[in-house]
T-cell receptor, first 115, second 114 residues
Framework: ETGVTQTPRHLVMGMTNKKSLKCEQH?????MYWYKQSAKKPLELMFV???????ENNSVPSRFSPECPNSSHLFLHLHTLQPEDSALYLC??????????????FGPGTRLTVL | AQTVTQSQPEMSVQEAETVTLSCTYD???????LFWYKQPPSRQMILVIR??????QNATENRFSVNFQKAAKSFSLKISDSQLGDAAMYFC???????????FGAGTRLTVKP
């Protein structure tokens, strides 16, 4: 595997289900991100982990719970979701340093549908 | 807070022609980075080009080039000799030098006509 991978690619769940999204980066990066992409809206940053510590949480509802067990893996645990949470969830990684553009590399996304 | 605006929800271009996608941003910072990302239909988002704000020279990557106007806070993307494979959503993004919070515009959907 190369780059950033995400599983599953598609997920359909009911509002009472519990599921998890997985992201893995094979780039040796030290920061990982979760974004939500909804139709006709800018990407919304949900969570940032740098060196496995959460550094940013943009007021995301508690029904989304991130987990970063190591620098290569990132999870997004989902429970009691709402239909408006249906979207494409993108994972990204970057090599953060004080001097550098630190561009982010994205995974293919998980298309989530909440019924 | 920094905001990124892409005023063109959709654009189209004839194959082999040139097209320019617009992006403006709002910031009070002097050091930052700007990016253009491409997201083809049902495919992964990839970086097209980046620009460091401290560099006056516009970035170029093969058929892709930018027109960076720092004073005007404008960062447009020019695609020359457009190809069918250029059809995608294009996102402009901003990142300040001292944080890893990247702000994205709403995107421009580019259609390439054969």
């Amino acid at each position: 595997e190369t780059g950033v991978t995400q599983t599953p690619r598609h997920l359909v769940m009911g509002m009472t289900n519990k599921k998890s999204l997985k992201c893995e980066q094979h780039l040796g990066h030290n920061a990982m991100y979760w974004y939500k992409q909804s139709a006709k809206k800018p990407l919304e940053l949900m969570f940032v982990y740098s060196l496995e510590e959460r550094v940013e949480n943009n007021s995301v509802p508690s029904r989304f719970s991130p987990e970063c067990p190591n620098s290569s893996h990132l999870f997004l645990h989902l429970h009691t979701l709402q239909p408006e949470d249906s979207a494409l969830y993108l994972c990204a990684s970057s090599q953060d340093s004080l001097a550098g553009p630190n561009e982010q590399f994205f995974g293919p996304g998980t298309r989530l549908t909440v019924l | 807070a920094q905001t990124v605006t892409q005023s063109q929800p959709e654009m189209s271009v004839q194959e082999a022609e040139t097209v320019t996608l617009s992006c403006t941003y709002d910031t009070s910072e002097s050091d930052y980075y700007l990016f253009w990302y491409k997201q083809p239909p049902s495919r992964q988002m990839i970086l097209v080009i980046r620009q460091e704000a401290y560099k006056q020279q516009n970035a170029t990557e093969n058929r892709f080039s930018v027109n960076f106007q720092k004073a005007a806070k404008s960062f447009s993307l020019k695609i020359s000799d457009s190809q069918l494979g250029d059809a995608a959503m294009y996102f402009c993004a901003y990142r300040g030098s001292w944080n890893n919070d990247m702000r994205f515009g709403a995107g421009t959907r580019l259609t390439v006509k054969p």
